[in-house]
């Protein structure tokens, strides 16, 4: 999996209903590369995009994980725990 997905799956499942702005501040994206990140992940199935009006009629977008998107979520946090615990593990037995 790219890193920048990664780091998208991340900061919507903290942040469900950002917009790409909030998005792209937080994980230090540009907002070009940020919009291109998540066309990809929408046509993956991964994020839904909702288009609300504002009072000026403009069309800001808000993203979320879809149901594909948080079980992949919880695969890598998953995975992660595992790696962590592997990690520990060495460490001890490089202590003894």
């Not at 907002?31 to 504002?54: F, K, P, Q, T, W």
């Not at 992660?80 to 593990?89: G, I, P, T, Y």
Request: charged share 30%; with cysteine.
């Amino acid at each position: 999996m790219p890193r920048w997905q990664h780091r998208l799956l991340l900061d919507l499942a903290c942040n469900p209903n950002a917009t790409v702005e909030e998005i792209a501040t937080a994980c230090g994206y540009k907002l070009s590369s940020c919009v291109a990140y998540l066309n990809a992940m929408s046509r993956a199935g991964l994020i839904d995009v909702a288009h609300n009006e504002d009072d000026c009629g403009r069309l800001p977008s808000t993203y979320r994980l879809t149901d594909e998107g948080e079980a992949l979520f919880e695969e890598i946090v998953t995975a992660d725990a595992a790696l962590e615990r592997l990690s520990r593990q060495r460490r001890r037995r490089q202590r003894q």
